[in-house]
């Protein structure tokens, strides 16, 4: 194996082209909207953590846009990897800034759920007729997103509910990226694309809660 080495796993690739996914490259300009959108909305008095957590946003996006271009081994771990690094830096704000944690109580609690997160997937593993594109891989981050939104409820309902229409959201997103394959042959042009723009609203919600967890956040 060969990082180098070209990947098609999506319906839309036909042949190692660079452009052969183009309504799953351009999808991603979702997540720079998004961004940008997030980046306005957070105001000056946004703290450095909360720009940094809308930049990875965007790096998500072009993660997946090197992905769905060039296709090989180290353009997917660039996607998976800005995937990963949100999921763990928004859990890790989200418990000091929702959950009112030390920065040493909520790595405690991201290490947990990397482990949890770990053994969930190596379970599902086991179980082949699950296996829908790798996407029981984004079950736990799914399961963590329903626990921050139950323990958000009682102080910040705002962001309770925003959390709420994220993971929403993310149902149907996961849906988009499992059937991608098995509808090949009726809808050549896949359902991956639909992972992307239902994602990018889904990663906007979870920002506008954390985003409202903040004293002055408006109602």
């Known amino acids: 194996m060969r990082w180098s080495d070209p990947l098609d796993v999506y319906c839309e690739r036909t042949d190692p082209s660079l452009w052969s996914e183009p309504l799953n490259a351009a999808t991603n300009l979702a997540f720079l909207v998004a961004a940008a959108l997030l980046w306005r909305q957070a105001g000056r008095g946004a703290g450095r953590d909360m720009r940094v957590l809308i930049l990875l946003i965007a790096a998500v996006g072009l993660g997946s846009f090197a992905f769905h271009t060039i296709a090989t081994r180290w353009a997917a771990l660039l996607d998976i990897g800005f995937i990963a690094v949100f999921v763990l830096a928004f859990h890790q704000r989200f418990q000091v800034h929702a959950l009112g944690r030390s920065n040493g109580a909520a790595n405690l609690g991201v290490g947990v759920f990397v482990v949890l997160a770990g053994l969930f997937v190596f379970a599902t593993k086991q179980l082949p007729t699950l296996s829908q594109n790798d996407s029981e891989s984004y079950l736990a981050p ?78």
């Open 142 to 219: 799914f399961l963590l997103l329903l626990v921050c939104a139950r323990q958000a409820a009682p102080r910040w309902p705002v962001a309770a509910r925003w959390l709420n229409r994220a993971a929403g959201l993310f149902v149907v997103s996961l849906v988009c990226r499992a059937v991608d394959q098995p509808l090949c042959d009726a809808w050549p042009a896949g359902t991956h694309l639909g992972w992307h723009l239902i994602n990018a609203a889904m990663l906007y919600c979870c920002m506008r809660g954390l985003l409202a967890t903040r004293p002055t956040a408006p109602g």
